[in-house]
C-alpha cells in the first residue's frame, strides 16, 4: 500500500506496546505493532489464542489504551482522549461484532438494531430504512420482531452484524464474525462486508479461522508473541 497520512486513513497503529499487571509480575502482551488501514481495506488478524489479538483490537476500538506507541482512528489519537471522547468516537465512527454477540435480551432482534443506530445519534427517519436493509441482508428480516433467546446462536450473531454495522460506521471490528454461520450464511455475510467496503467505504478488521475470508482480504496480519509476524 502506498504511504498514506496518519489523517487519511481509518487505522493508523504506531509502535504499540501493551503492559498489563498480574499481581507483582508485568504482562507484555503486545510488543511494538504497526500497521494501517484505508477506508474501504478488510483487513484479517490471525493468530493463537493468547497471541494478542483482542488486546490489539480493544486497543483500535478505544476500549483501553497503549502503554507505549500510538493508535490513530480516523485521524484522533486515542490515547488523547478521555473516557468519554473515546465512548462518542465509538458510538459514532466503530462498530464491534463480539464473540458474545452483546444484545439486549429483553429486545426485538429490529429493536436491537435500532438500540445502535440511536446511540450512534443517527435521526429517528433513517431508522426504519436502514433497520429492515440491514436485517435483510444477513437474512433476519423474517425473524425481527423475535427476541434472543428465541433464536439460535447462528440467527443472534447474524443480528449482531446487522446491528454493527446499521449506524454506517467507518471502522467495523469483527471478532469471527462467521463462527455460529454455516457455509451459505457466511458467504452471505462476505458478500455484504465487500459491499459495505465498496459503496460505503466502511474500513473492515476481524479475526478469521475462515480461509475464504481470508483470500479476499487486502491484508492478512498474523500475531504471534504479541508481534506481526
Known sequence: ???????????????????????????????GVDF????????????????GKTTLMNLIGGLDVPSEGSVIVNGLELHKLND???????????AFVFQSFALHPLMTAWENVELGMRMAGLP????????????????????AQHRPYELSGGEQQRV?????????????????????LDTKMS????????SLRVEEKMAILMTTHDQTMLEVADHVLEMESGKLA
Open 187 to 194: 458467504a452471505r455475510v462476505l458478500s455484504l462486508f465487500q
Open 36 to 51: 494501517s488501514l484505508a477506508p474501504g481495506q478488510l483487513a484479517m488478524l490471525k493468530g493463537r489464542s493468547g497471541s
Open 160 to 180: 449482531a452484524i446487522a446491528k454493527a454495522i446499521a449506524p454506517g460506521p467507518r471502522l467495523l471490528l469483527a471478532d469471527e464474525p462467521t463462527a455460529e
Open 1 to 31: 500500500m502506498a504511504e498514506l497520512q496518519a489523517s487519511s486513513l481509518a487505522v493508523s497503529v504506531i509502535g504499540v506496546h501493551k503492559r498489563f499487571r498480574n499481581g507483582s509480575a508485568e504482562v507484555h502482551v503486545l510488543k
Open 124 to 143: 429517528s427517519a433513517q431508522w426504519a430504512d436502514r433497520i429492515e436493509y440491514c436485517l435483510e441482508q444477513v437474512g433476519m428480516a423474517e425473524r
Open 84 to 94: 468519554k471522547e473515546r465512548t462518542r468516537m465509538r458510538r459514532r465512527d466503530v
